[in-house]
């Protein structure tokens, strides 16, 4: 995410990062405002100016009252109403009338540095906080809520050192009240994700659904912290291949993601979401799903999601055989990483879509070269996951240059890995020339294919369930996009910007009787009646 505020070496100096932190908070705050009050003007439950918030601000309340409805809100992870009260608690703090003792101060910075480790995904700002926490650690703080905050902030640092230095946590911990939520519950969703990155999915998957379970009992199924681990196990799940009723766990947690302010769950969700769709043959819905997910990262500035939800369409569309516009929508990619060169979330997505689109159009070797310095830069931040899901793009890159003895022994080894550690989906979802080789190699006889013969079931089990997902694809947005002219696509885009006839004749230099005829036929193909209509049936199908 960006801010307005960026840290410089003095705020990161000894005093400074207090400062910094506090800023970085303030700027959080004042972006979400001004995007709320541009988004919607209603008050909305759980977002930042909903009826609690407003609340608070229309009646004085004391300080150490604030922090502790701040504090609240943090074990809720209702992460944007927490910052909103902790601003509130500085402006209140700042009247002449209103003195703080010196620990409702202190409780304050670090409560924002808790806050800020859990919502930043910028590496100086984690890092400014981090230094406010490890302060407070050496000077005597040995709660469980401290001790995860830790381990969750050097994680994002992709400091696994210190990480792994900070005592673990006691999940098991009986009781359900002050800080023994955040260590039982959110502390194991994060160490879930870092485990699922060292390829012990087992172990990620059963720490997961233990906080999902406690998160369920303690806050009901309506909470965000009941909502982010549900699209935690879900995502663990669905690349187990264990997909039944996943939609419906994190459909029923999207409201609570959305305004949450926590832009990492609501990229995981949209995520998971739009690969089921795509999984069961529904790609009109994974469309929306992603439309959905790019209008809410620009509506909250999340760079990273946006970059990555376009890589995602680009992905449904070169397997929809529509390379023109996955190379449109890798062109998207690129204007947003000229624009954040430090955001190394977007950088990547747009590194992979790019590879993808030169895949598709002959180019692999160009992809591979790629591929390439992206697995080697996983494997410098120790992410395992991402490294062997780059492996299995790898493979498909060089068995599509003609490299056959490199692709096939990438392909194999990361078959052999992930069958260790039971991925999955990755090898389902995997590209037409890894799908061709795993036939081969599954049908090939055992001296001649000199494949592991524990490797020949997980194989099969993979081109069963790839074969199942060929059937179900219908093929009614491919249909609809080779039936519309390259006229009509022109036509089609200027009036999803709003246009009449008049000016998109004026802008196209055809006569306006021509985009009468033209709007006409869109309508026919598309099955619609109104101008409204055709723009988001367009927009689910990915045209647009």
Same mark, same amino acid.
């Given at each position: 995410?960006?801010?307005?505020?960026?840290?410089?070496?003095?705020?990161?100096?000894?005093?400074?990062?207090?400062?910094?932190?506090?800023?970085?908070?303030?700027?959080?705050?004042?972006?979400?405002?001004?995007?709320?009050?541009?988004?919607?003007?209603?008050?909305?439950?759980?977002?930042?100016?909903?009826?609690?918030?407003?609340?608070?601000?229309?009646?004085?309340?004391?300080?150490?009252?604030?922090?502790?409805?701040?504090?609240?809100?943090?074990?809720?992870?209702?992460?944007?109403?927490?910052?909103?009260?902790?601003?509130?608690?500085?402006?209140?703090?700042?009247?002449?009338?209103?003195?703080?003792?010196?620990?409702?101060?202190?409780?304050?910075?670090?409560?924002?540095?808790?806050?800020?480790?859990?919502?930043?995904?910028?590496?100086?700002?984690?890092?400014?906080? %981090?230094?406010? %926490?490890?302060?407070?650690?050496?000077?005597?703080?040995?709660?469980?809520?401290?001790?995860?905050?830790?381990?969750?902030?050097?994680?994002?640092?992709?400091?696994?050192?210190?990480?792994?230095?900070?005592?673990?946590?006691?999940?098991?911990?009986?009781?359900?009240?002050?800080?023994?939520?955040?260590?039982?519950?959110?502390?194991?969703?994060?160490?879930?994700?870092?485990?699922?990155?060292?390829?012990?999915?087992?172990?990620?998957?059963?720490?997961?659904?233990?906080?999902?379970?406690?998160?369920?009992?303690?806050? &009901?199924?309506?909470?965000?912290?009941?909502?982010?681990? !549900?699209?935690?196990? !879900?995502?663990?799940?669905?690349?187990?291949?264990?997909?039944?009723?996943?939609?419906?766990?994190?459909?029923?947690?999207?409201?609570?993601?959305?305004?949450?302010?926590? &832009?990492?769950?609501?990229?995981?969700?949209?995520?998971?979401?739009?690969?089921?769709?795509?999984?069961?043959?529904?790609?009109?819905?994974?469309?929306?799903?992603?439309?959905?997910?790019?209008?809410?990262?620009?509506?909250?500035?999340?760079?990273?999601?946006?970059?990555?939800?376009?890589?995602?369409?680009?992905?449904?569309?070169?397997?929809?055989?529509?390379?023109?516009?996955?190379?449109?929508?890798?062109?998207?990619?690129?204007?947003?990483?000229?624009?954040?060169?430090?955001?190394?979330?977007?950088?990547?997505?747009? !590194?992979?879509?790019?590879?993808?689109?030169?895949?598709?159009?002959?180019?692999?070797?160009?992809?591979?070269?790629?591929?390439?310095?992206?697995?080697?830069?996983?494997?410098?931040?120790?992410?395992?996951?991402?490294?062997?899901?780059?492996?299995?793009?790898?493979?498909?890159?060089?068995?599509?240059?003609?490299?056959?003895?490199?692709?096939?022994?990438?392909?194999?080894?990361?078959?052999?890995?992930?069958?260790?550690?039971?991925?999955?989906?990755?090898?389902?979802?995997?590209?037409?020339?890894?799908?061709?080789?795993?036939?081969?190699?599954?049908?090939?006889?055992?001296?001649?294919?000199?494949?592991?013969?524990?490797?020949?079931?997980?194989?099969?089990?993979?081109?069963?369930?790839?074969?199942?997902?060929?059937?179900?694809?219908?093929?009614?947005?491919?249909?609809?996009?080779?039936?519309?002219?390259?006229?009509?696509?022109?036509?089609?885009?200027?009036?999803?910007? &709003?246009?009449?006839?008049?000016?998109?004749?004026?802008?196209?230099?055809?006569?306006?009787?021509?985009?009468?005829?033209?709007?006409?036929?869109?309508?026919?193909?598309?099955?619609?009646?109104?101008?409204?209509?055709?723009?988001?049936?367009?927009?689910?199908?990915?045209?647009?």
């Amino acid at each position: 995410m960006s801010f307005s505020c960026r840290l410089n070496e003095r705020s990161m100096s000894s005093g400074g990062s207090i400062q910094a932190v506090r800023q970085s908070s303030l700027a959080l705050v004042r972006q979400d405002d001004s995007t709320a009050l541009n988004r919607d003007s209603r008050p909305r439950p759980n977002a930042l100016h909903g009826p609690r918030v407003l609340e608070s601000r229309s009646v004085r309340l004391s300080a150490n009252t604030l922090l502790v409805r701040a504090w609240r809100s943090l074990i809720e992870l209702r992460i944007d109403d927490a910052l909103a009260t902790v601003a509130q608690f500085e402006d209140e703090i700042a009247r002449d009338d209103a003195p703080a003792a010196p620990r409702s101060r202190e409780f304050a910075d670090v409560l924002r540095a808790l806050l800020l480790v859990l919502k930043s995904q910028d590496g100086a700002v984690v890092r400014a906080a %981090l230094s406010v %926490l490890e302060s407070r650690h050496r000077s005597g703080g040995k709660s469980p809520a401290l001790t995860a905050a830790l381990r969750i902030g050097y994680w994002k640092v992709r400091d696994f050192d210190r990480y792994y230095a900070v005592p673990r946590l006691n999940h098991a911990v009986p009781t359900h009240r002050g800080t023994h939520g955040l260590a039982t519950i959110i502390g194991p969703m994060f160490e879930a994700v870092v485990e699922a990155e060292q390829l012990r999915l087992a172990v990620a998957t059963r720490l997961a659904r233990s906080a999902h379970e406690r998160a369920v009992s303690r806050f &009901g199924k309506r909470s965000p912290v009941t909502a982010r681990a !549900a699209v935690v196990l !879900a995502e663990l799940l669905y690349e187990e291949g264990h997909c039944a009723g996943l939609d419906a766990l994190v459909m029923e947690s999207l409201t609570e993601v959305r305004t949450s302010g926590d &832009g990492e769950s609501a990229l995981r969700a949209y995520r998971v979401l739009a690969r089921l769709a795509a999984r069961r043959g529904d790609t009109e819905f994974a469309f929306l799903i992603l439309k959905e997910a790019e209008v809410l990262a620009a509506a909250c500035d999340w760079t990273g999601m946006m970059g990555e939800s376009l890589m995602l369409r680009t992905q449904l569309l070169l397997k929809e055989g529509r390379t023109r516009d996955a190379a449109i929508c890798t062109e998207r990619i690129e204007k947003l990483a000229r624009e954040f060169p430090s955001d190394d979330t977007l950088q990547a997505s747009h !590194a992979l879509a790019r590879a993808q689109v030169l895949v598709a159009t002959g180019d692999a070797r160009r992809a591979s070269t790629i591929l390439r310095k992206l697995q080697a830069a996983s494997c410098d931040k120790r992410n395992n996951f991402w490294a062997l899901r780059l492996s299995v793009q790898l493979a498909d890159a060089l068995l599509g240059c003609g490299d056959q003895a490199e692709g096939r022994a990438m392909l194999v080894q990361a078959l052999q890995v992930g069958a260790r550690a039971g991925v999955y989906q990755t090898f389902v979802d995997a590209g037409a020339h890894v799908a061709e080789l795993l036939l081969s190699l599954h049908h090939a006889t055992p001296p001649d294919s000199r494949l592991p013969p524990e490797l020949r079931p997980y194989i099969g089990s993979i081109l069963a369930d790839r074969a199942q997902q060929r059937a179900r694809t219908p093929t009614r947005a491919l249909r609809v996009t080779e039936s519309l002219s390259p006229r009509e696509h022109s036509v089609l885009r200027s009036m999803s910007c &709003g246009l009449s006839n008049k000016r998109i004749a004026q802008e196209l230099q055809i006569a306006p009787e021509t985009v009468k005829s033209h709007v006409k036929g869109i309508f026919i193909k598309l099955a619609v009646q109104t101008r409204a209509h055709a723009v988001s049936t367009a927009g689910a199908l990915g045209m647009l």
